[in-house]
């Protein structure tokens, strides 16, 4: 039965993509983050192995999309498909960590029609890696993120920068960003070194990838400024 809101209209589902896993502690924060501002909003996790055969049929009941962290997935292709189904078919999506690095390789495969664009992590050998290791690992550690002028990120934060927790060893490979925004999947926030921290989708509602865990730094009555505006997006798809 679909969760409903006091007056009896169909209540927001957000549906987390990705394998849950109790002992990863990004997950637990994930669903934390969702309960963390003024009206709580529902979620279901959606296994990656029960996308890929019927995306559409898996995924039309969920308001909103978040690709989860915790890469390697078991279904890399079902990661791939719920993204692509989030793109084409307009639905707000926030892809975190393995989620931003999913996006790159959906993207970089549908779009920029490179069909055999990899993954370090699942695919170090592969020929063509839109996903590589990072020169320095960031995973434990918080740095700031500038938040590039003009760009949706920067109003939904509505702050220059902001210091942010990476859990991450793998990022976007530089030689792919022309490409990708030639194409509008656009940088919209930047590392201390200017490598890319945050990906927004021109055109779209709302899809924004994030190398690092917005989740982690969300607190109750304080939900991190782009959990908050998916929540909102998801809202928003169900009272049209």
Not at 120 to 137: F, G, M
């Amino acid at each position: 039965m679909e969760p409903k809101t006091p007056s009896g209209a169909q209540a927001a589902l957000i549906g987390i993509v990705g394998d849950r896993n109790p002992g990863n502690k990004t997950h637990l924060m994930t669903e934390d983050a969702l309960g963390h501002g003024a009206e709580p909003i529902a979620f279901e996790w959606v296994p990656t192995e029960q996308i890929a055969a019927d995306p559409a049929g898996r995924l039309s009941r969920y308001a909103g999309l978040i690709i989860s962290p915790g890469s390697p997935y078991l279904s890399m292709e079902g990661a791939l498909a719920a993204i692509r189904y989030a793109r084409e078919a307009l639905v707000p999506l926030l892809g975190t960590c393995g989620g931003f690095q999913h996006i790159v390789v959906e993207f970089t495969r549908n779009v920029l029609g490179i069909a055999d664009a990899d993954h370090a992590e699942t695919n170090p050998s592969a020929p063509r890696l839109a996903i590589t290791p990072l020169t320095c690992s960031l995973a434990g550690q918080q740095h700031p993120v500038r938040l590039v002028p003009g760009s949706r990120a920067a109003g939904i934060y509505a702050v220059a920068s902001a210091v942010e927790p990476f859990y991450c060893n793998y990022g976007l490979n530089p030689d792919y960003r022309p490409l990708l925004e030639a194409r509008g999947l656009m940088v919209s926030g930047l590392g201390e070194d200017g490598l890319v921290r945050v990906l927004e989708l021109r055109g779209h509602p709302f899809f924004f990838g994030t190398l690092f865990v917005p989740q982690a730094r969300s607190r109750p009555g304080a939900p991190h400024p782009l959990v908050a505006g998916l929540v909102a997006a998801a809202r928003k798809e169900v009272s049209i």
